[in-house]
């Protein structure tokens, strides 16, 4: 595990607390970890939407959306392309507690998410959809973590 740092104690986390596909892009030259997650839903009334690329559909919808671990001092991005940037020191990387803290945060949006997919797809007046990252709220619930053990960015 010290091989992958908290690129390994994260998948951990993720696959004990995250109800939803997910998969993990290691950006070695940009120096960041991007977690890719799936919300599908069945478009029963095979309601038209379009999504951000303005393609038209009425199938059955499978939302894609992305966190990014980065390096404060070394990682380029644009921060709008992604639910939430998370930064991290390369030495002192992330703990287990925070990365556990995180899954099951990530997991609480995308549950409230898929709900909300749902409603959308019968809610004739709905105009758009997307997940919400409530940054306050998982700020303050950080603020009360105790952690120990801290697993720095991996090594290669």
């Excluded at 696959?15 to 890719?36: G, I, R, S, Y």
């Excluded at 007046?125 to 120990?148: H, S």
């Amino acid at each position: 595990m010290a091989k992958y740092g908290f690129l390994s104690v994260l998948e951990e986390e993720l696959e004990k607390h995250l109800d939803f596909d997910f998969a993990m892009d290691w950006d070695k030259k940009n120096h960041a970890v991007e977690v890719t997650f799936v919300l599908e839903a069945q478009n029963q009334g095979a309601v038209e939407t379009i999504d951000d690329k303005g393609e038209v559909s009425d199938e059955d919808i499978v939302f894609e959306d992305y966190v990014l671990f980065y390096n404060q001092d070394k990682s380029k991005f644009d921060a709008e392309d992604y639910l939430v940037t998370i930064p991290f020191d390369a030495k002192k990387g992330l703990s287990r507690e925070f990365l556990e803290y995180f899954a099951k945060a990530l997991n609480e949006v995308a549950t409230k998410g898929l709900d909300d997919l749902m409603d959308f797809l019968t809610d004739e007046t709905a105009i758009d959809f997307a997940l919400e990252w409530d940054k306050e709220a998982f700020e303050n619930g950080k603020a009360e973590l105790v952690e120990t053990e801290f697993y720095g960015y991996p090594r290669y």
